[in-house]
Each structure stands twice: as structure tokens, then as C-alpha cells.
């Protein structure tokens, strides 16, 4: 007997402090599928109001995110790559529509996001110890530097970003104790519903991150701008929207870090933490 | 109409009328207050106003006097006005203003009335054995009396609920009546600790046997007690005061306190306000905050509108 199911499209809608809610602006704009005019899906262009609802949700989820434990911290993310691997078809099938990768392109590009992280969480309890270090000092002291998160950072994706680079950055800045909001610009935007339930899933407590859609230079002033943003990482090659940033930035010390190198790497997290040197006095 | 009587001044019946009140009608009146946008100058005007209405509070156990002191730095400058002008200038805003009072125990009131003398800004003491209120009457005017010596000039009380959710009415009205006759010169505010009541129906019959048994405010909550302030509550306790006002042509002041934490939710209660009393109530003499935490997102706000920028708490001192 032929099928008469009707297929039922998911609703791609932001992701803010654990939620799922459409943006407060009512604003969308279509994405197609890759190389053609065909529609794909109406994705929110989220409005400063959303971030700054997405920035208050992550301010709210910092405090317990950072002092939970790193081993704590890596199980979770360990859960994401268990929740991204059931979620595979899903994220190819996005993969292959909006970014016009074949199906084998796709598979390896999953993997590549798996990979990432699994990386991360390796290094969720370890990053502290490979570059916190007891300091030689000339006096009666104990003198050592630990890393610490910065706070609420903000990050900014490409329109071209890829799947796996998406998880990188996104792992890389919350593996250290760092809460996030994303933008994923464009097409990328696409992935946002596969993602977000990767991270509802993964008892990731909710607003450590955030995710929302749509324009990047409409967002990109918010990003700059908001006080509570403690750090941006802008995963853009767009060195006058950089500059712009850094300006906007300069008023709390707000680090812009630029792209990233390469997808795994210590330097990512090292790009969202603070030193705190201490120094201890010692009796003799 | 519900109507119940109590023994008032030289032994005269004073009958107190309770219209019954509707739960439903009130709370979706009381929504419709949070579906409003107020914008620019008008939100400004009522930062500023939310802030003059501030009693700025801190009733813990684990308060000492270098709190306090650092409470009443905080409510006579919210902000250090130099960081504030400069960014003020451009856009023309008036200084950030002292709040309406401080309100500590009477323990603290020494030390808030030393340093607060001559700045306008009350002194508010919680008392009669607060927040239970489970203490002899003559604990709590001892509790009142030494409050006032100590330099309080507003009192806020609190009910007797085991006597009113026993049915006690008259033990009520004469407690307040003799709290009130121990404040002396000193404003009394009847605290009704309305999530304790358990219905909008005896919030305002408690309502009505404050206000007849003298108070100059009424106050919602203690803030040890969830639910504390909400709007509905504060609905129908905005509507008691219009209905004794009518009666009486006295005006009593209303005192939200405890859970209104953000910008947002002040300005929904100022528009209720507004709409329930006439903006003759729109003033620190007649409405109040009872809020700790309220006051920074206030000053977030204003901050928002002077720079431009989204704030962040750490700009603000904590207390």
C-alpha cells in the first residue's frame, strides 16, 4: 500500500536559556537549498532584544557552570558526541541541502564535529594543568597561576563556518567554565535545531548555551557593545567587522579573539581564560 | 457585602464592609498591566520615580553595622555621582536621587539614623517581633517605642495572622490601634503578610481593618514569606485604599515589598498605580518599594538609556 504520510518539516527557532522560542521580533528570512531556488526553510532573524534575553540567560547559567567540576564538565561534553552521533542522518541530511556537500562529505564532516567534541572534553579537566604552573620567585613565597574562565563570551559564526567548526568553537569556550551565545549566520543557521537538541540532551545545564540566527552585521555592534559580554570570538574573516568589534569592545577590556587556526587546539580555549597569579607566603 | 464589626475608640462599634472580591477578574486585570510597553521618556521618568520610591532594605540575621552603614551610603548616592555625570551630560539626564528610606531592624537604627540626619531620606524599622509577629503585645510596643527613640520616624508592623486566621479580629484592630499610639510622631506601615492569608477575600478584609484601625501605609509582605509582592495582591490593596479614600477622604499609602526585583515588574506596579489611585499616589509619600535587589536594575536601566550600551551588574556596588 503507498505511503500517504505527509512529511512534517521541523521549525528551526532559536535556542536561548534552554528553550526553544521564536524570535521576540517575529522576523525571518528564507534559506534554499544549495545551487538552487528551491526553499528549504524560513529561518528567525533574531533582534538585539534576543541577545540581550540570550546574554541575560547566559549570565544566569555562569555561576554554576563554572564552578561545577572539569571532570563534570567533560562528561558532558563527552555526551554531546553520544548525542551527536545518534543525530548523524540529521545533520547530514541539513549538510547535504543547505551547503550542497554529497552524502560522503557530509558523514566525514559529522565525524569532524564529533571528534571536536571529544577533543574538548579531553581537555575540560586537563587544559589548567598543562598550562598553570608554579612561578620561580626570589622570596619567602609560593607563587602559582591558575586559568579561569572570562565569563559570558559571544561568538560570532561565518556564514561559510562548517559544521565542525561550529563544534569546536563552541566546545573550546565552554569546555574552561565559559557560558555562550552564538550567532550562526546566514545558512548556518540551518543547523540549529539538530545542534540545540544536541545540547538539550546532554544535561548541559540550560543557558551555558545559546543560539541564535540571522543577520551578522545587524548583531555583530550588540556583540561588541553589551557590558556583560566579557569576550568575542569572531569566527569571520572580516577584518573591518573586527576592527568595528574591538572598538565597540574597548569600554569593559573586552578581548576579541580572532578566527581560529585550527579546529582542535589548546590555543582556542586559552583564547577564553583569565590568569589569576597568587602568592603565597610560606614560613620557614 | 461581607460585613464584620469591632469595638473601636470609646468602646464605639465601628463596622467594617468587605466587598467580595474576584480572584479571576483580578489577576487578569493585574496581567494586562504586564503587557504594556512604556518607552524612552516615559520609562525614564519612572526609573527615576521607581528610585525615589526605593525602601532600600536589609533585615537579616547576619547584618552588622558596617552593612548598613555601606546600605546608607548606597541610599543616599546610588551611584557615584561623578561616574554617572559623565555620561549623563550628553543626554541631559537630572543626578541620580536618594531613595525614600532605609529599612533595617530596630537594632540597626542607631546606626542608619547617625549617618542618615539631615538628608531626607527616612529610617524605616521593621518591628513588633517581625516577621512572625508571634510575641506579647507588650514585647512588640517595647519593640515599637525603642525603634522610635533610636531615631526610626516610620514603623512598619506587622499583623497578628494567628489572631486574624483565627478569627480574632478585634485582638488585630487593637494591636495595630496601640502600635500606632506608640509610634507617636512616626509613620506606620501595616505589614498584612499576604501569602500567609491565603485568599484575595481576607487580604482585603485585612486591608480594610488596617486602614480603619489607623495605619499610613499598607504593606504586603515581610519578604521571609513566598509568595511575597505580586500584582494581583497588590491590586486589590490599591483598590481598598481607593475605597477608603472615597469614604474618608484619607489617603494611605501602599508598600509592595519582597520579589520585585527587575525595572520591568516597578513599572507595571507604578502603572497599576496610576490606573487604580490617580497619579496623586505617584509619589514617595504615598507608594513604596520594599526591594534590595530592584534598585540596581533600575540603575542598569537609566545606565542603558545614558550610554547606549546594555550594562552589567558589576558596575553597581552589591548592597
Not at chain 1, 247 to 252: C, D, K, L, Q, T
Not at chain 2, 40 to 60: F, G, H, N, P, V
Not at chain 2, 121 to 126: D, E, K, L, P
Not at chain 2, 291 to 313: M, V, W
Request: hydrophobic fraction near 45%; proline fraction near 5%; charged fraction near 20%.
Amino acid at each position: 500500500m503507498a505511503s500517504h504520510h505527509l512529511k512534517v518539516p521541523k521549525t528551526i527557532k532559536l535556542f536561548i536559556g534552554g528553550e526553544f522560542p521564536r524570535t521576540e521580533s517575529g522576523r525571518s528570512f528564507p534559506v534554499v537549498r544549495h545551487g538552487t531556488d528551491a526553499h528549504f526553510a524560513h529561518l528567525c532573524r533574531a533582534s538585539r532584544k534576543d541577545f540581550r534575553n540570550a546574554v541575560a540567560a547566559a549570565k544566569a547559567a555562569l555561576a554554576s557552570w563554572e564552578r561545577r567540576t572539569a571532570y563534570n564538565r567533560a562528561q558532558i561534553l563527552y555526551r554531546m558526541a553520544e548525542m551527536c552521533e545518534g543525530k548523524r542522518d540529521e545533520f547530514a541530511e541539513v549538510l547535504c541541502y543547505t551547503q550542497g556537500l554529497s552524502n560522503d562529505a557530509a558523514q566525514k564532516a559529522v565525524d569532524a564535529a564529533i571528534d571536536a567534541f571529544v577533543y574538548y572534553a579531553g581537555y575540560a579537566d586537563k587544559y589548567q594543568q598543562v598550562i598553570g604552573n608554579l612561578n620561580p620567585v626570589s622570596g619567602p613565597h609560593l607563587c602559582f597561576t591558575a586559568a579561569e574562565p572570562v565569563g559570558v563570551v559571544a561568538a560570532l559564526f561565518d556564514e561559510n563556518s562548517t559544521l565542525d567548526e561550529i563544534t569546536a568553537g563552541l566546545s573550546a569556550i565552554i569546555c574552561s567554565g565559559n557560558t555562550v551565545v552564538a550567532l550562526l549566520p546566514g545558512v548556518t543557521g540551518t543547523l540549529l535545531a539538530p545542534l540545540a537538541e544536541v545540547f538539550a540532551t546532554s544535561d548541559l545545564p540550560k543557558g551555558v548555551v545559546n543560539l541564535l540566527t540571522g543577520d551578522v552585521s545587524e548583531l555583530a555592534p550588540q556583540f561588541g557593545s553589551h557590558m556583560e559580554v566579557q569576550a568575542v570570538s569572531v569566527q569571520t574573516k572580516n577584518e573591518a567587522l573586527l576592527a568595528e568589534l574591538k572598538i565597540a569592545g574597548a569600554e569593559n577590556l573586552k578581548r576579541v579573539a580572532p578566527p581560529m587556526q585550527t579546529n582542535l587546539g589548546l590555543n582556542n580555549i586559552l583564547q577564553f581564560v583569565e590568569y589569576k597569579t597568587v602568592w603565597h607566603p610560606v614560613g620557614y | 457585602m461581607r460585613s464584620i464589626t469591632v469595638r473601636g475608640p470609646e468602646g464605639r462599634l465601628l463596622p467594617i464592609l468587605v466587598p467580595p472580591v474576584d480572584e479571576v477578574g483580578a489577576q487578569e486585570r493585574a496581567d494586562f498591566f504586564t503587557k504594556r510597553s512604556i518607552k524612552k521618556e516615559s520609562k525614564l521618568q519612572a526609573l527615576y520615580l521607581a528610585i525615589r520610591m526605593c525602601d532600600l532594605t536589609t533585615l537579616e540575621g547576619a547584618d552588622t553595622p558596617g552593612k548598613v552603614l555601606q546600605l546608607c551610603a548606597k541610599a543616599k548616592s546610588p551611584v557615584p555621582p561623578g561616574l554617572f555625570a559623565a555620561f549623563a551630560e550628553k543626554k541631559k539626564l537630572e543626578p541620580i536621587p536618594s531613595v525614600a528610606a532605609v529599612c533595617v531592624y530596630p537594632s540597626m537604627v542607631k546606626v542608619a539614623a547617625d549617618v542618615l540626619r539631615g538628608t531626607g531620606i527616612h529610617i524605616a524599622s521593621v518591628a513588633t517581633a517581625f516577621p512572625s509577629g508571634q510575641a506579647p503585645l507588650s514585647t512588640k510596643l517595647d519593640d515599637t517605642r525603642f525603634a522610635v527613640e533610636q531615631g526610626a520616624d516610620e514603623i512598619d508592623m506587622v499583623i497578628n495572622r494567628g489572631a486574624f486566621l483565627s478569627g480574632r479580629y478585634q485582638e488585630v484592630f487593637d494591636e495595630i490601634r496601640a502600635v500606632k499610639e506608640a509610634c507617636g510622631p512616626a509613620h506606620l506601615k501595616v505589614i498584612l503578610e499576604t501569602g500567609e492569608l491565603g485568599s484575595l477575600d481576607k487580604i482585603r478584609l485585612a486591608a480594610e481593618i488596617a486602614m480603619e484601625a489607623g495605619a499610613d501605609f499598607i504593606k504586603t509582605s515581610t519578604g521571609k514569606i513566598q509568595p511575597a509582592a505580586t500584582l494581583p495582591v497588590t491590586l486589590v490593596m490599591l483598590q481598598s485604599i481607593a475605597d477608603f479614600y472615597r469614604r474618608t477622604g484619607k489617603k494611605i499609602g501602599m508598600k509592595p515589598a519582597g520579589g520585585i526585583r527587575t525595572a520591568k515588574q516597578a513599572i507595571q506596579y507604578l502603572c497599576m498605580v496610576n490606573e487604580t489611585l490617580g497619579p496623586e499616589w505617584l509619589t514617595p509619600d504615598l507608594f513604596r518599594f520594599g526591594a534590595s535587589a530592584l534598585l540596581n536594575d533600575l540603575l542598569k536601566q537609566i545606565f542603558k538609556e545614558a550610554t547606549g550600551r546594555y550594562y552589567y551588574e558589576k558596575a553597581f556596588s552589591l548592597d
